[in-house]
């Protein structure tokens, strides 16, 4: 479980995704609404940086890549339950992008 330190940010993104759909909270819809866009340039950003490097050191991390799997698939979950599309399709290419870019590194 050492690994829950690597992966807090992630289940707390997923925790306030959470609240601003089931949870109605409009504090948390803003949150989403800034963070979301910006991490989607970040992964987009990863993965254009490995194919156009030939030799990039990835980030060590102990999170099982299951654990990403789970929390971006009820990001997405979430978001598509409550219509909010725009940030479904976001977090269904960060989920895609994040699939792709650490099976490059492997």
Do not use: N
């Not at 807090?8 to 989403?32: H, K, Q």
């Not at 479904?88 to 290419?93: S, V």
């Amino acid at each position: 479980m050492s690994w829950l330190k690597d992966a807090w940010i992630d289940v707390t993104v997923t925790i306030v995704i959470v609240l601003a759909t089931i949870g109605d909270m409009e504090w948390a819809r803003w949150a989403v609404t800034i963070y979301t866009p910006l991490m989607l340039v970040l992964w987009l950003s990863a993965y254009i940086q490995r194919y156009s490097q030939s030799k990039i050191k990835a980030k060590k991390t102990s999170v099982p890549p299951a654990v990403h799997h789970v929390l971006y698939g009820l990001d997405v979950l979430f978001t598509t339950y409550d219509r909010w599309w725009w940030i479904a399709g976001c977090w269904a290419l960060i989920w895609i992008l994040s699939a792709a870019t650490g099976r490059a590194t492997k």
